[in-house]
Every structure is written in structure tokens, then in C-alpha cells.
């Protein structure tokens, strides 16, 4: 048996609020469906790709005298892609739904992502292990992976595991990959009339899988609060210290809502955001002017210490990298199946990849520090997407603002020290035991899953909106996976992906940051937010993001 703290102790029994349709119970719960939707691009490549699930109405559950069809089933539940807080609190609210629903129901639990349904690996999950899960970080009750279902061989496979276990719903519990893979095998199952409906969950700390159907995606409130809280500690240092300049990378993939969020709640005195880099079209060497010139400003004040914000997808977005990074991709999904390539020297690797460049892209990759080129090559993973997390922009944007204030030093523009701390927070926030936020939306998308396999639905995400208001005033219903749709170039060929959602530059959001940067760039604004409360005030433990306090209210007292 696992010791526990006493904080892991009492969460175990913190009984998570309930979306209010769904809290008088799942077989109480009334569909009402839609209009017919499209996707969000690309309408008529996905319907042909999708011709049994495209264009599904979007769902809502009120509530009902009547008793749903409590009729026995065993459902299958799969976590996929990088962990987030809450994900356990998804499978104890499908547990529950599904047990209340009847007491004779299974749920199987895949084990290590998506393999799991392919390669037969499962557990049951029982009242016992359910109970030593809830409110727990982590996902490690049945694992985790990112093993891309999309093959006839794995579906056929995956069919003949159901059958076996009597499963008729699959849930997959992921973000835009992930239920990406959870569409391509709805549409599979019900183009073959096996009678299995697949349902998804929107999970991931990057906040990217959104739309006007999915308010957030679960992991991001407690991943932002938790890198919030190790900032400010840094910050507290800084400012004490007064010596060192920290430049601190966030996880995030591509889109920046994470670096943003925690922006908004710590305050530091730069943050780079990716999609802003992009819309300006900015170069590298301007990102690295604009910090120098911070610091430079700073130091004329006396103040040699700071914060500097990057996320982790920022590289991509610098629109010379991305030009690279593109061709990168596609030469690395051919030179993948090349023998000589692969077992080419490291040196010889870049003179390979050099040659499949244009001049440009060849002068910037050569020009990069040989770490840099290395992780630029390695092995993309299996959905195709550079391995973002693996590439250390701290550490380049150091060196480069190092260089560019040793020249302005001899110009007479620098007139103080740079000494410098690098830090990449992404694992640290990943499996933090989830906010009563995260708890309680997590456990009410797991029931609503199950509210959704109960009525029939097929190829849906599992929906909570409202997410600012209490529990009993959220909106629990379905949306259908196909509307958030659109093609993309993966591992170079056109695929069907989930879009994902980027920060808006004229949202409510990057608005304020955007009012205050330059204020937090020269005086020191920083916000201590100290660690997750779970207990006490309500104001405290379950205020909800800023980024969905100015996107869902459109207003925020504090920034
Ligand atoms: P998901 O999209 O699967 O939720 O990924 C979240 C994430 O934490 C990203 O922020 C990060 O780039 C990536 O996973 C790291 O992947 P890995 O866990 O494979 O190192």
C-alpha cells in the first residue's frame, strides 16, 4: 500500500460538485440534440473522410422525471497523450455514472494509452482502486501513450478486444490528438455497424483544445496555478537577491496560453507569446533586441535581476524557424525510413538535412548552436508534432541576449551585469493533485461521458460549459468531434486533426498583457500566488483561470 501525506489522505475524500443536469443523477438526465454542424474548415474533405459521424447536431442535458435505458454495459476508458491533473477524477465521474446507472456495468481501463485497446492489455476498474484514485494527480491508475490509432489493423484489433470484454463505448480521455484518434475509430466502429460508440474528453495542461463548445480543456487551471506559484517563489528570490536574470521556459506545445496565463498571474518583466511573434512577423534577431532592451532599461535603474516568460512552442512560430522547421518535417519523415541517414554520423546528419534546405533555412540551421540542430532533429512524435519540450529556447535566447549586451556593452548601451538562470517548467505542474476546479469539472466530464453512451451518442467530446458560474449552474451536453475539425500537413502528408486553438490576439486575454507589459518590464509588479489551496474561502480555492474569467466574463478586477 502506498503511504500517503495527509493532504493525499483528505483529498480522497473531497466529493467533487456535479455539472447541474447531472446532479440529480444519470438516469435522470434528458438529451435534447441541435441543428446539423460542419467543421471548421476543409467541410468537404472531412465529411468524405468522416461520412457516418460527420455533422452530428451538438447535445445538451437538462434534467427528467423519466428513467433512462439502464440497460447493462461494459465501457471501455483510455488515457492518451501527457498527463494532466484531473484525470483520474474523469474515470471516477465515468465510474460512478456508471455504476449508478446499473449496478451489473464494467469498466475496463486500457492500459498505457491507446496500445492498450490494440494489444488487449486492460484492467477492471472496482470500487477499491476507484476510491485510492480520487482527486489524485496523475495517471497512473492505468497509464498513459501516444500511440496513434489509425490503422485498419488496429481497429480490426481493437474491435476484436471489445467484443471479448462485451465493451459497447470506448471513452478516450486526450487532447486535440487524442480525440482525433477517438473520431477516426467512432467513424471505423460505426461504418462497420459493430454497435460501439466512442466518446472523448478534452484533457490537456496547454489549454489549446477549445472552442465555443469547450470552455477549457481539464489540467490547465491547476498546471497554471502550480507553475504560477514556483514563478512567484522565483520572483520572490529575484527581488531579494537581485542578481539573477531568470528566463523561464513553459510547457504549452505550440499555442501559448499557458506562458499567458501564468503571465497574468505572476506579473514578471518580459513574456514572449508565440503567436504575437508570429502576427508581427518577428525575426529572432528582434526577439532577442527586445530582451536585451529590457534588461539594458532595467540596469540603468540598477536593477540587475528579472524574469523573462518563453513558451515552450515559441521556435515555431519565429517565422524564419518556421519556414525551416517545416521543411525539416517533411525531409525527416522521408530520411526516417533512410538506412544511411539514420545511421549517418551526427555531423554528417546536418549536412544531409542542410542539403534539403533552401539558403535561408540552411544559414539559420547552421548557424545554430549544435545542441539546438540536435534537438531540432530528433524523432518528431507520433502524431507528427516537433517535440517542443525537448528543444531548450532558454538557453538559446541566454546566449544570444548574452552576446547582444556584451556588443551594447562596448557601445555604451549596457551599463550593468547579466548573470543568468534558466529553467524549464513543464513536468513540474503535469500530475499536481488537481484544484477543486480541475476535481470537480473533471468528475462532472467522466459522468457527462457516460451520459453520452447512455443516450446513444457516438463521436462526441463530452462538453461542461458555464465553467465560471458553480458547479450546479454548468451546462453539461456534447460536441460532436467532427465540427472542430480541419486538414493539416502531419509527418508530410494532408491529415484530418482537431484545430487547435492558438491565443486570439485581439481576445480579452493577450489584451492584458498586452495593457501592462510595459509597466511589469521596468517596475517590479510580481505577484506572489503561493501554492493551490484546497481547502478554506471559496474566493481562494475555486477561483477559477484569468484566461476564463476574461474569456467566459469578458472582465477581471485585478489586471
Ligand atoms: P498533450 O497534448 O498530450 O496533452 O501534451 C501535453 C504536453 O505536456 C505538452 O505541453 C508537451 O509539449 C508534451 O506534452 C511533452 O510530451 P512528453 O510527455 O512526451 O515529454
Redesign the pocket.
Known amino acids: 500500500m502506498r503511504e500517503m501525506s495527509p493532504l493525499h489522505r483528505e483529498r480522497l475524500n473531497y466529493q467533487p460538485k456535479l455539472a447541474g443536469a447531472l446532479a440529480n443523477g444519470i438516469n435522470s438526465v434528458k438529451l435534447s440534440l441541435g441543428n446539423t454542424t460542419t467543421s471548421v474548415a476543409d467541410c468537404a474533405d472531412i465529411q468524405n473522410l468522416f461520412k457516418n459521424v460527420y455533422g452530428q447536431p451538438i447535445a445538451k442535458f437538462g434534467m427528467t422525471g423519466e428513467d433512462l435505458s439502464t440497460e447493462s454495459r461494459n465501457v471501455g476508458v483510455i488515457l492518451s497523450?501527457?498527463q494532466?491533473p484531473g484525470g483520474h477524477n474523469v474515470i471516477a465521474g465515468l465510474y460512478d455514472a456508471l455504476k449508478a446507472s446499473n449496478k451489473e456495468n464494467k469498466l475496463y481501463g486500457f492500459l498505457g494509452g491507446p496500445s492498450g485497446i490494440v494489444d488487449g492489455k486492460y484492467m477492471e476498474l472496482t470500487d477499491e482502486i476507484m476510491d485510492a484514485y480520487r482527486n489524485t494527480g496523475g495517471f497512473d491508475i492505468i497509464g498513459s501513450g501516444?500511440t496513434k490509432l489509425e490503422t485498419e489493423e488496429q481497429f480490426e484489433k481493437a474491435l476484436i478486444v471489445c467484443r471479448q470484454l462485451n465493451i459497447t463505448a470506448i471513452v478516450i480521455i486526450?487532447?486535440?490528438?487524442?480525440n482525433t484518434n477517438a473520431c477516426l475509430l467512432a467513424e471505423w466502429m460505426k461504418e462497420k455497424n459493430t454497435g460501439i460508440s466512442v466518446i472523448g474528453c478534452p484533457?490537456?495542461?496547454?489549454g489549446d483544445l477549445k472552442n465555443d463548445q469547450i470552455e477549457i480543456s481539464f489540467g490547465f487551471d491547476t498546471a497554471t496555478k502550480t507553475y504560477s506559484e514556483l514563478i512567484g517563489n522565483i520572483q520572490r528570490d529575484a527581488n531579494s537577491a537581485k542578481k539573477y536574470w531568470h528566463f523561464i521556459k513553459l510547457?504549452?506545445?505550440s499555442a501559448s496560453h499557458v506562458c499567458l496565463e501564468v503571465a497574468l498571474q505572476t506579473q514578471p518583466n518580459i513574456t514572449l507569446i508565440g503567436e504575437e511573434v508570429e502576427a508581427k512577423a518577428q525575426s529572432l534577431d528582434e526577439i532577442v533586441t527586445y530582451m536585451a532592451d529590457v534588461v539594458a532599461a532595467r540596469a540603468q535603474k540598477g536593477k540587475n535581476f528579472g524574469i523573462a516568460l518563453i513558451p515552450?512552442g515559441l521556435i515555431e512560430f519565429i517565422p524564419e524557424m518556421k519556414v525551416m522547421i517545416a521543411t525539416l518535417n517533411d525531409s525527416l519523415a522521408v530520411l526516417e525510413k533512410d538506412e544511411m541517414y539514420q545511421n549517418a554520423s551526427q555531423d554528417k546528419k546536418y549536412e544531409i538535412i542542410t542539403s534539403k534546405l533552401d539558403d535561408a533555412s540552411a544559414k539559420l540551421f547552421n548557424s545554430l548552436p549544435s545542441a539546438i540542430k540536435a534537438q531540432l532533429l530528433m524523432d518528431r512524435?507520433p502524431h507528427g508534432n516537433v517535440?517542443?519540450?525537448k528543444i531548450e529556447t532558454e538557453k538559446l535566447l541566454i546566449e544570444m541576449v548574452r552576446t547582444r549586451l556584451e556588443e551594447m556593452k562596448k557601445e555604451g548601451r549596457f551599463v550593468g551585469k547579466f548573470a543568468d538562470q534558466a529553467h524549464f517548467f513543464?513536468y513540474e505542474g503535469?500530475c499536481a493533485m488537481p484544484s477543486n476546479f480541475d476535481a470537480d469539472y473533471c468528475y462532472s466530464l467522466g459522468y457527462n461521458a457516460f451520459a453520452l453512451v447512455q443516450s446513444g451518442l457516438t463521436g462526441y467530446l463530452s462538453s461542461i460549459k458555464n465553467t465560471t458560474k458553480p458547479a450546479s449552474e454548468w451546462v453539461a451536453g456534447g460536441v460532436p468531434l467532427t465540427m472542430m475539425m480541419n486538414m493539416e500537413r502531419r509527418h508530410g502528408e494532408m491529415k484530418p486533426v482537431i484545430k487547435k486553438a492558438l491565443v486570439e490576439l485581439d481576445g480579452p486575454v493577450f489584451k492584458a498583457l498586452e495593457k501592462n507589459r510595459e509597466k511589469w518590464a521596468l517596475n517590479d509588479c510580481y505577484v506572489f500566488p503561493g501554492a493551490i489551496q484546497y481547502f478554506g474561502p471559496s474566493s481562494v480555492c475555486d477561483c477559477t483561470t484569468v484566461t476564463l474569467q476574461l474569456e467566459q466574463e469578458k472582465t477581471l478586477a485585478s489586471v
Open positions: 497523450g501527457g494532466a501516444r486526450g487532447g486535440d490528438d487524442s484533457k490537456t495542461i496547454d510547457m504549452g506545445r515552450e512524435d517535440q517542443v519540450s513543464g503535469r
